[in-house]
């Protein structure tokens, strides 16, 4: 998509062009603050939702999802609570646990696929191809399935991430794909206009990946440690505040780095 224009967006642009070029102290970190600040937010409003263009083309906020929380929180609770049902019970009572129990024995990429769909069913337009994109890449990062595409490898390597790295380890891959591609959606058009150099392109795109997953681990990590993740009903309404609550101090977080001027 066309990179926005006018409004706190000129600013944004301006960063991109100090970054590219070498000149001053611009990071990738303050890109990112920067661009979500002028987004309006994580959220993303589909175009049927109302989105219009320039500066008010980026969204409404992590909280302007509707009365079911935003967006982004709802994915993060279902995708929650999808693998603690499957770490304790596997993958046919997961899916069982999200109404899609007739994938059943099928291939790792149509199950994968049908959970996205699932999961992102309650929006449309931009905002579902987003959210979509980064559950399922989210799962297939987890997954690592190899040559072995099969129901019963993606049972096994996704239980043996969840034990390893707990369902933390899945918001965390999830949140930091649904942010990078939140942000790269928005800039990479005019990335792509001021240098032609694949190399910087690369780079550029490379740190601000890298700076999304900072932020995000740091922030979950701060929720798992003060206990918020433990014994939790993510299918519930307390799973559902908890994840609107990640979502939206995630958004701050990602907010000061330009509030800063870092």
């Not at 109302?50 to 992590?62: E, K, N, P, V, Y």
């Not at 939790?232 to 001027?261: I, K, P, S």
Request: proline residues 2%; negative net charge.
């Amino acid at each position: 998509m066309t990179t926005p224009r006018g409004g706190k967006w000129t600013g944004v642009k301006g960063e991109i062009s100090s970054y590219l070029s070498g000149a001053g102290s611009v990071t990738a970190q303050r890109i990112i603050g920067s661009t979500i600040d002028a987004a309006g937010g994580l959220s993303l409003r589909s175009p049927s939702a109302g989105a219009g263009r320039g500066g008010d083309s980026g969204g409404g906020g992590a909280s302007g999802g509707g009365s079911g929380g935003s967006s982004v929180a709802r994915a993060v609770s279902g995708l929650a609570g999808f693998g603690v049902t499957l770490g304790k019970d596997g993958l046919t009572q997961a899916l069982t646990s999200l109404g899609i129990e007739d994938l059943r024995g099928k291939p790792a990429g149509e199950v994968i696929s049908r959970i996205a769909d699932h999961l992102s069913k309650d929006v449309t337009g931009l905002e579902q191809d987003v959210l979509r994109r980064a559950i399922q890449q989210a799962i297939y990062n987890a997954a690592e399935l190899a040559d072995d595409p099969t129901y019963e490898n993606l049972d096994e390597s996704l239980q043996t991430f969840l034990s390893r790295e707990g369902i933390e380890g899945l918001i965390e891959l999830f949140l930091t794909q649904y942010v990078f591609d939140r942000i790269w959606l928005l800039i990479e058009d005019y990335v792509n206009k001021r240098t032609d150099t694949q190399a910087d392109i690369s780079n550029m795109e490379t740190a601000v990946e890298q700076a999304c997953r900072s932020n995000v681990h740091d922030e979950v990590e701060l929720y798992k440690r003060e206990g918020h993740f433990d014994n939790l009903d993510w299918f519930g309404r307390d799973g559902l505040r908890v994840a609107e609550a990640v979502v939206t101090e995630l958004e701050q977080r990602l907010r000061q780095a330009a509030q800063r001027g870092a």
